[in-house]
């Protein structure tokens, strides 16, 4: 069965540091996506980040990156240079492309950053 | 062009009252999505449809959840005879096709709450 599994509930950062959001996921599908959401306090999730199983680069968006590890089954989120604004939930996320047809997104339980000043 | 859209914002019920929620997709989005977010925690998938055809609701939770998208655009998720483990946020999202790799684009949600 799918799953998601986000240990840390919650992580600080000093402004301007970089910081590492932990995700690991289980599937037997080889076919897969992962995506990284980021949930302020007004509730509308952002995506951020998307990462294809047989892409072979990590993936890059601006100042977040995702460390692909696939034999350890994870994907752990990058942010560099943490801006006040960062401060949020984020959630990982999978979809597998064959056993469910690509419909269904499982979300991790999320992880609450605070960036400190 | 707007994004997805969900009314109403905020919905109170009274225990056993029915309850619709809608969701205006981006225009021209094949794919529509429904989760719901309880406090504290992920969205939890609920259902998918492709165009007007339901594909996937094996995540609604009980036959008191009905979801529909009858012409393939806005779509209606609606919950008979509230219960209080019914509050919770529902989030509608859409994305251009139903391909695993496809960016979703979320809406506000609706958060509901059952007195």
């Known amino acids: 069965a799918q799953k998601i599994t986000q240990t840390q509930p919650g992580m600080f950062v000093q402004e301007k540091e970089a910081v590492t959001l932990d995700c690991t996921y289980d599937?037997?599908?080889?076919?897969?996506?992962l995506f990284w959401y980021k949930q302020p306090s007004s509730g509308e999730m952002i995506f951020l980040i998307y990462?294809?199983?047989?892409?072979?680069q990590n993936a890059t968006e601006g100042r977040y990156s995702l460390n692909f590890q696939k034999a350890r089954k994870s994907a752990n989120l990058v942010i560099s240079a943490s801006q006040l604004g960062d401060s949020a939930m984020y959630f990982c996320?999978?979809?597998?492309?064959?056993?469910?047809?690509?419909?269904?997104?499982?979300f991790g339980a999320g992880t609450r950053l605070f960036v400190k000043a | 062009g707007a994004g997805v859209s969900q009314s109403p914002r905020y919905k109170v019920a009274k225990r056993g009252q029915d309850v619709a929620l809608r969701c205006d997709p981006i225009?021209?989005?094949?794919?529509l999505f429904w989760y719901q977010q309880a406090l504290g925690q992920g969205p939890e998938f609920l259902t998918y449809f492709q165009n007007e055809a339901q594909l996937d609701k094996s995540g609604l939770p009980s036959d008191r959840f009905f979801a529909e998208r009858p012409e393939g655009s806005v779509s209606t998720l609606k919950i008979q005879r509230t219960q209080q483990e019914d509050s919770a946020v529902y989030l509608c999202?859409?994305?251009?096709?139903?391909?695993?790799?496809?960016?979703?684009?979320f809406g506000p949600g609706t958060r509901l709450t059952v007195l």
């Open positions: 599937t037997s599908d080889p076919s897969y996506g």
């Open positions: 225009s021209g989005h094949v794919s």
């Open positions: 996320a999978m979809r597998e492309g064959s056993n469910t047809g690509g419909f269904k997104t499982i």
């Open positions: 990462q294809g199983s047989y892409d072979q």
């Open positions: 999202a859409s994305s251009q096709q139903g391909r695993f790799d496809n960016e979703q684009f």
